[in-house]
């Protein structure tokens, strides 16, 4: 069964801690992204890779990081850096000649 | 960096057909018109895809004029259930460059019974 998974669903971080979010496909895709959504907002890229070993920021992407080590894998780290994590993150991942798709999202709260 | 405007809000009654327009003047030649439909707290999905003329699917219809400076998406009868936010996005999307993608505010549509 094909698809693009993110775990967790929900994710609590104390100040000054380090959280990372996982993003894993099978799709086989090149490409993958890292969006940010916050309420009644559309989604805002944080990061996307187009290739292992590479990856491009985003327009925000102060505060987080990201890997790429593997084709499947894309997992997103939130520092203590960034100041306003609360938020609901989307991963996505493209192949060529093929639209976006969007894993279920990871909803991160500050404790 | 947003290249489309779209309406903020719609509203609709069931069984009505609702059309968003999406204005994009600036749309580049390799670029195609693709709409996402995203409901609360789920990943955006898509919907469908054109570059030009008419485009249509078991869901929607997509109306793009020859001049390619904007675009309608048209959802036929609409329910309850089609009450979500609807992102129009211009890019090469399908094509051979994996790139970015700009996703603007959308369109949020509530279907009242």
């Known amino acids: 069964d094909g698809g693009i998974t993110q775990s967790p669903k929900y994710l609590f971080r104390k100040e000054g801690q380090n959280v990372t979010l996982s993003c894993e496909q099978n799709l086989n895709h090149d490409a993958m992204y890292w969006y940010r959504q916050d309420p009644g907002q559309g989604l805002r890229l944080i990061y996307y890779?187009?290739?292992?070993?590479?990856?491009q920021k985003g327009d925000i992407a102060e505060g987080y990081s990201v890997s790429r080590e593997k084709k499947e894998s894309f997992p997103l780290t939130v520092t203590s850096a960034q100041k306003n994590p609360t938020a609901f993150y989307l991963c996505?991942?493209?192949?060529?000649?093929?639209?976006?798709?969007f894993g279920p999202g990871t909803r991160l709260l500050v404790l | 960096l947003a290249k489309t405007t779209q309406p903020i809000s719609m509203d609709s009654y069931e069984g009505q057909e609702v059309n968003i327009t999406c204005s994009h003047n600036n749309i580049a030649t390799n670029d195609y018109i693709t709409w996402y439909q995203q409901f609360p707290s789920q990943g955006p999905r898509f919907i469908i895809q054109g570059y030009k003329t008419k485009v249509t699917n078991e869901v929607a219809s997509l109306f793009i004029p020859a001049d390619r400076k904007s675009s309608t998406l048209s959802l036929p009868r609409v329910s309850l259930s089609d009450t979500a936010v609807y992102y129009c996005?211009?890019?090469?999307?399908?094509?051979?460059?994996?790139?970015?993608?700009?996703f603007g505010r959308g369109t949020q549509l509530t279907v009242w019974p």
């Open positions: 996505a991942s493209r192949g060529s000649m093929e639209t976006q798709y």
């Open positions: 890779s187009q290739i292992v070993n590479d990856f």
């Open positions: 996005l211009v890019g090469d999307d399908r094509g051979s460059t994996l790139g970015r993608l700009y």
